[in-house]
Every structure is written in C-alpha cells, then in structure tokens.
C-alpha cells in the first residue's frame, strides 16, 4: 500500500519544481535550450496584404524556384542514370525477378535504354540521347540518383512530390514558399502553375493547391494558351464605366474599413480584389510575347508545326517571363492524363521507345532554352530549378510487354541554378538501376533543400492546424548539402 504524500515530501518536490522552472527560463533566455532552435516559426500575415514581402530565416542562395515536373514518371535507366551492367546483361533474367512483382505484374528480362549514352560536358557526365538539349546543360546540373517514392500509384506519389504527403488535403511547396516569405511581385500571382498543353496531371489542383493555408497562398493555373479566366472586361461595359466602378468601389472598402479595422476576413476580401483589378492590366501582357526576339521563339521552338511542342514552349516562354516578373515559385508540367496511360504522359508500360520517341521533343528543346535563357539573363543566379517527377522506371520491360513497370525504390532528379553544385551527382542505384543504395534521398530531402537556398528553415516553418504544427517535410528530411554551393 502506498504511503500518503507527507508535507516534507510535498514542500521539498514543491522547491525544486520551481528550481526547474527557473533553469528552464534562464536557459531559454540564453538560447541554450535544444527546443529553441526547432521551435515552429509561423509567419505573421497582415490580413491587408497577406503576400507582402517577408524576411527568410537565414541569408537564401535562392528569391524563385522552377519546378518542371514530367507527370507519368520518366524513366530514369533511359535518361540520366547510366548502367553498364544493364547493357552487358541485355535480355538477361535480372536476380530475383522470378519473385518479383511491381505495378502492373510480372517482370521479363533486363532491357537496356533504346537510347545510347555519352559523356556530355566538361564534366563527362553519361546521359541518353532521349533528351540532348537537356543533356547538354550537364555542366550546371547536381543529379540526385538516389531519390526514393513512398507509392508506386502515380495519383499518391504525385501529391508526395508537390504536398510532401501521398495523402490528398496538404499544401503544395509552393503554397508553402509564398506563406513563408510572401511576394516581391504585386501584380501577378505569388505561385502560378502552367499545366501541360493536353491537360493536367493526374491529382489535379492538388499540386498547387492551399488545403489548410489560408486560400490566399494556393496557385494559380493558367497557361500561354490558356490566360486567367474572368479577367477581361466584358464588352457591354465602356472603359470609363469600368474605371469609375473601381473606384467606387474601393471608396466603399476603404469606409467600410475604416469602420471596422479589426475585421480580418474583410481586410483580406479587400486584399484579393485588388491584386485581381492589378491582375487584369498585368496578366494580358505576361502573356503576349510579341517584344520577343525572332531568336527567342526559334530558340524555344514556339513555332514549331507540332502543335502539342509549340504550345509546350510557349508555356516555357511564359515561365521565363514570370521569373522576370518576380514571381516568387513557377509550377511547369509536362506530360497530362486525360488522354490515357502513356499517350500524353511518360507512363511508358506497353510500347517505351514508341511513346518516349513522341514525348522527348515535346520536352527537350523547350526545357532547354528556358534554363539557358534564365542563365543568359542572369535569372538562373537567384532561381533554383528542380527537374522531378513522381518515381522511376523498372530496369526491366514488363513480361509480354516492351515498357517498364513503376519503381519508387530508385530514381532520379536534379537541381540546377542558384546555390547548386553544377556537374555534380549524389547517391546511386545499384547496378541495374533497380534500388537506391548509396545516400538514398526521399521526397523530404528534396523539399528541405528547395525552401534551404530560400533561406527557409524546413523544422521551424510550421502552420497550426487540428492540433498538430503541420510542417511541409512532416517530421523528416535533411538538406543535401552535398549538391550545393
């Protein structure tokens, strides 16, 4: 039978509780304490301009980020993971195999890339000719071959990649960026998302949506084919009429305000009507391109007579231009669902070499010369890229089939730009290109090294939400410092 507490018991644990409160105060007082440095850092938004410049945790390499994402998952062992072995062991039963089964079902033999390998650059790097021009820039590229996906399933996998979570109703990096440090662009979204000329991904908005951030930080969708929608006046109403409208109407806000200062929801109402009269006078002219350069189409291919590649390059000239802008983070898609598995995406299961031979030029060129132009203009000094997409590619083609399975245990991305570490790679696969072996890299690692050259601390940038302090790496991820500068 326990004793009953007794006064010298309760006086003495009473004194030294108090000793411990005191310790802890004067330690947190002198920053000692281990909490302090990954206590959560929640951006004060002011509700009248809820995308007003904010300070970053720590001096950033980087002000934007560019993120191409390839939707259908490219299949690294044909792009920029180079394998010896997967050539010298061609139509070879891979070890293992007779028990392995991924996505789609059985696996047949070991089938090395259609496309052969080179050394490009002065750095030598071993990359396919599926994609030359990109090949081409291996010089200012830090390739991560180690990259691993929780889903082999392209809807999950793809939310992980842009939310960090395979799970729908979490923020995309970008809505997360523009919540940490707001927008140096006042007239145009502070992240837009360019969807690919036949369509969207396959999880959607979900990409560049705000889920439990304030709606004022989720993306904006359009592209060079497809402007903003309901930003153009109407016909029936005169110039002058829609002029002395606004007016008006800002009068009203400003009195209604005035009268009630404290009201957050209305201030923040206020807020997203103006940037979208601003928008209405800055959007049209984002996207008409007629002070480019000859060159600059011919470069971008813009006037290619393959429709699907124009309109593909057209919105690579539109991504230049919003980075021109400020924009603070660009969201550029290549590859769309809505016309089946593999027709307009890099979902190469049945017929690879056929499918990839289509889906490479549309890429390419484009992709190419938007990173050349962002160099050449001195953009790509305070730009970031990050090429992704939602997993790899089996070194094997599927058992009656002559395309490979998904593989999430091992592939590739790569950064290029601000604060990276140009000719360069980090981590491995093994000898097929089948699993990651060496520094193997997650999705998290990725996002804390993209909001790391932001000058984003990703353990401290933190949302409250049903309780849990919500953090775009969740409770993981560590900085590549390997990759950069």
């Given amino acids: 039978m326990n004793s009953l507490l007794d006064r010298r018991t309760l006086l003495t644990d009473f004194t030294t509780g108090l000793a411990g409160i005191a310790l802890t105060h004067l330690l947190q007082q002198s920053r000692l304490t281990a909490s302090d440095d990954r206590s959560p850092i929640r951006p004060v938004i002011d509700a009248a301009d809820p995308l007003a410049p904010r300070a970053p945790h720590f001096a950033p390499k980087a002000k934007n980020v560019l993120m191409i994402f390839c939707s259908g998952a490219l299949s690294h062992v044909d792009t920029w993971d180079y394998k010896p072995e997967l050539i010298k062991r061609h139509d070879t039963p891979m070890p ?3 028990k392995l089964v991924t996505f789609q079902g059985e696996n047949g033999n070991l089938i090395k890339s259609p496309w052969q390998f080179r050394p490009r650059g002065e750095c030598g790097k071993m990359i396919s000719d599926l994609l030359p021009n990109l090949a081409g820039l291996a010089d200012d590229i830090a390739f991560i071959h180690s990259m691993t996906a929780k889903s082999n399933t392209h809807g999950p996998a793809e939310n992980q990649m842009s939310t960090g979570y395979t799970l729908d109703g ?5 809505a997360w960026v523009n919540y940490a440090l707001g927008s140096e662009c006042r007239d145009l979204p502070a992240f837009v998302a360019i969807p690919d000329p036949r369509g969207v991904p396959q999880v959607g908005s979900n990409h560049w949506n705000s889920a439990f951030l304030p709606a004022t930080f989720q993306g904006t969708a359009f592209s060079a084919e497809r402007a903003i929608p309901h930003l153009k006046r109407p016909d029936s109403i005169s110039p002058d009429a ?4 606004r007016e008006l109407v800002q009068f009203l806000n400003k009195t209604q305000l005035d009268h009630h200062p404290a009201d957050r929801q209305l201030a923040a109402r206020i807020a997203s009507y103006e940037m979208a009269a601003r928008m209405q006078l800055s959007a049209p002219r984002i996207v008409d391109y007629s002070d480019e350069t000859p060159a600059t189409h011919e470069a971008y291919g813009t006037n290619s007579p393959d429709k699907v590649q124009a ?3 057209r919105n690579c000239l539109l991504a230049r231009r919003l ?3 400020g924009v603070r983070f660009v969201q550029l898609f290549n590859g769309a669902y809505a016309m089946g598995e593999g027709v307009g995406n890099w979902d190469g299961h049945k017929t690879l070499q056929a499918q990839y031979s289509i889906h490479a030029p549309i890429l390419d060129r484009p992709a190419a010369a938007l990173i050349r132009d962002l160099k050449q203009r001195g953009l790509l000094e305070e730009t970031v890229v990050a090429f992704v997409t939602e997993f790899g590619r089996m070194p094997t083609f599927q058992k009656g089939a002559s ?3 998904h593989n999430p245990k091992g592939f590739t991305v790569w950064l290029a730009g601000a604060g990276v570490k140009g000719g360069h790679s980090y981590g491995s696969t ?14 998290y690692d990725l996002h804390a090294t993209l909001l790391h050259l932001l000058g984003i601390n990703h353990e401290r940038l933190s949302y409250y939400h049903n309780g849990i302090e919500r953090r775009l790496t969740d409770v993981h991820g560590h900085v590549l410092s390997e990759v950069l500068t």
């Fill in 96 to 98: 293992g195999s007779d």
């Fill in 242 to 245: 829609d002029i002395a409208t």
């Fill in 403 to 405: 395309g490979r399975d």
């Fill in 323 to 325: 980075i021109e802008k």
């Fill in 170 to 174: 979490f923020p995309g990096i970008g």
């Fill in 430 to 443: 093994d000898e097929f290109g089948a699993k990651a072996i060496e520094n193997v890299s997650t999705i």
């Fill in 311 to 313: 309109g593909f390059a």
